[in-house]
């Protein structure tokens, strides 16, 4: 069974830096992209970025390109999104998926949890 | 860059109806590259179909998913009590990928 389990709630300040992680089994976690989407309060899904664990390419939404840092560590399967210096407006529920790769693109076929960060000073 | 609008924003109707929700591209997908989601309140969103028709794991028959070019549409048959929820496209097409911005089913 494919399972991708998120780490927990974070509470940070503006300024702080973040590491949130996703954790991926029941799958070739180095075979298959994996992917993150933002979901502000009350509102809709943003593509944010997909890394393919194998080889570690990352590509990103040119909206988050220079604002996030994907990386993947294939020795524990597991994936993660980072800020350096976080801002109020990165708060949002933020879900770690699997990528379905085909050419160019690809569909998010299953979904972690999700990882709520609330940034408040 | 493609730009999905989704149609109606919200959609009211009674179990049992039949649901047909737009995905309208600024311009043609390629190859028909083209998901539908379903995210419940409190919960990560499910793919439901990709490439346009195809359904995935488990959905049920319930749901289809049809369109080419940049007119898509995703039908629910006959609603179900838990089929009320947001629904959102996506194009995988070309990049950037993106979604569209939802549409809401409720009773």
């Known amino acids: 069974e494919v399972q991708l389990v998120q780490s927990g709630a974070e509470v940070k300040k503006p300024g702080e830096s973040l590491k949130i992680s996703c954790k991926g089994s029941?799958?070739?976690?180095?075979?298959?992209?994996i992917g993150w989407v933002r979901q502000m309060p009350g509102k809709g899904l943003e593509w944010m970025g997909i890394?393919?664990?194998?080889?570690?390419?990352?590509r990103y939404s040119p909206s988050f390109q220079g604002q996030v840092t994907i990386s993947a560590d294939k020795s524990i399967n597991t994936a993660y999104l980072q800020w350096s210096s976080l801002k109020a407006s990165d708060t949002a529920m933020y879900y770690c998926?699997?990528?379905?790769?085909?050419?160019?693109?690809?569909?998010?076929?299953?979904w972690g949890q999700g990882t709520l960060v609330t940034v408040s000073s | 860059e493609i730009v999905l609008t989704q149609s109606p924003g919200t959609l009211s109707l009674s179990p049992g109806e039949r649901a047909t929700l737009s995905c309208r591209a600024s311009q043609s997908v390629y190859s028909n590259f083209l998901a539908w989601y379903q995210q419940k309140p409190g919960q990560a969103p499910r793919l439901l179909i990709f490439?346009?028709?195809s359904r995935a794991t488990g959905i049920p028959d319930r749901f289809s998913g049809s369109g080419s070019g940049t007119d898509f549409t995703l039908t629910i048959s006959r609603l179900e009590p838990e089929d009320f929820a947001v629904y959102y496209c996506?194009?995988?097409?070309?990049?950037?990928?993106?979604f569209g911005q939802g549409t809401k089913v409720e009773v």
């Open positions: 996506q194009q995988y097409g070309s990049s950037p990928e993106k």
């Open positions: 998926a699997r990528h379905q790769r085909y050419g160019s693109g690809g569909y998010f076929d299953y």
């Open positions: 490439g346009a028709s």
């Open positions: 029941g799958y070739s976690f180095t075979k298959n992209w």
């Open positions: 890394i393919y664990p194998g080889d570690s390419d990352t």
